[in-house]
């Protein structure tokens, strides 16, 4: 079972997602320039809206290099001596290497990022107490570390408790058994149309300059674009059961979480000079059953372009409502159970899509969480 999105999505003029050269991101698709937001923006944008949190009711997983840091916080009690501490920081220094990655030369973090949930950090956290005597012993600290970090490692293989961590997967190169297949696909979100990308020039004023100087305290350039998205997401919902360790109930909450927050979050990149916080103007769910995943980018292969005074957001949502309908014609429904289209405007012509058309996000979500399994994957 596979839970599609796709989402029409218009931004007033931006700079959401930048590239090394602090311009707003972008590709050529269909022989022309479209603007861009890159998957991992998304994902980032989605995991840590409050509402995802707030709806699977657990802790999001922690993406750091601060590992040693982060278990010395949790292992030094009020009242632990010098000598405690960095008997305690010799053993996390020789623990985390055999656990996840090698440290920097520092020795204060890893060489990698990782990307560890609440309970993991917590069982690790635990088994260190239970052994801390043999780990504090110089006699048997490297035999200790080694089949702990063994024994963990076995322990969480192939699950996680963090539902962001289910969704979006991680690879550790170093400890391959700590690696999770991630359960959900974010396409880069491209724009249905061509771009241009435009320059704001700015200046700035030093309130404190004498009367007779003239001229600004600085001045810059900020590139930005003003774009119609079409965004896509497949979730494979066999594999997030799995990767959730068969917790069916996180699964099903994880889902709604992630509808939620994708239609919520937003990503913050120069929001505060463009406050570009516009909502989807269109969101279609599809929860199939089996078979080949459809992205609908290309309905947009041929950049749509405004129509009159119809703007963007209506030929983008024709296009996809068309192609739609295309490929139902061509491959068929068999495997689709359920459709849900909510449209900001309900008097957006749908033809393909108008018996599966919702008033509501709330009957939009409860359309594909009841198609969900309750009790197995």
């Known amino acids: 079972m596979f839970i599609e999105l796709h989402m ?108 560890l949930g609440q309970a993991e950090v917590d069982n690790v956290v635990q088994a260190l107490r239970e052994n801390w005597e ?12 080694k089949q702990l970090a063994k024994t963990l490692v076995k322990a969480h293989k192939g699950q996680t408790s963090a539902p962001d961590i289910a969704l979006f997967g991680r690879m550790l190169a170093e400890q391959p058994e700590l690696g999770l297949e ?22 700035a004023v030093d309130d404190l300059n004498p009367e007779d100087t003239a001229g600004a305290g600085m001045m810059g350039f900020t590139g930005f674009d003003s774009a119609c998205f079409y965004r896509y997401a497949r979730i494979d919902w066999k594999q997030l059961v799995s990767n959730l360790n068969n917790d069916v109930d996180l699964a099903r909450r994880t889902v709604e979480g992630f509808l939620r927050a994708a239609t919520a979050a937003v990503p913050s990149g120069k929001q505060n000079s463009f406050a570009a916080n516009n909502p989807p103007d269109f969101a279609l769910a599809v929860v199939r059953q089996d078979g080949m995943g459809w992205s609908l980018a290309n309905a947009f292969e ?31 429904k068999d495997t689709i159970s359920r459709e849900a289209a909510l449209a900001l405007n309900p008097d957006l012509p749908l033809e393909a899509l108008a018996e599966a058309k919702v008033d509501t996000m709330e009957s939009w979500i409860r359309a594909v969480v009841e198609a969900l399994p309750a009790g197995e994957a």
């Open 8 to 115: 029409i999505q218009n931004f007033a003029p931006a700079n959401l997602n930048r590239d090394d050269t602090n311009n707003p991101k972008d590709c050529e698709f269909g022989g022309v320039r479209r603007a861009r937001i890159s998957s991992q923006c998304i994902k980032r944008a989605i995991r840590t809206s409050p509402i995802f949190e707030k709806t699977t009711g657990v802790d999001i997983g922690k993406r750091t290099k601060w590992l040693v840091d982060l278990l010395r916080k949790e292992l030094v009690a009020e009242g632990t001596s010098d000598e405690e501490q960095e008997q305690i920081t010799a053993v996390l220094t020789a623990f985390v290497p055999q656990y996840a990655s090698k440290l920097e030369s520092s020795g204060e973090k890893t060489a990698v990022l990782l990307y």
């Open 134 to 145: 043999d780990l504090s012993n110089d006699k048997t600290q490297e035999k200790t570390v």
């Open 182 to 203: 991630a359960a959900c696909q974010v396409a880069h979100a491209i724009s249905t149309h061509r771009v241009t990308m435009e320059m704001d020039f700015y200046t």
């Open 302 to 332: 041929q950049p749509v372009s405004a129509r009159g005074n119809d703007g963007l957001i209506a030929p983008s949502v024709a296009a996809l409502d068309t192609y739609w309908g295309n490929l139902c014609r061509a491959y068929g």
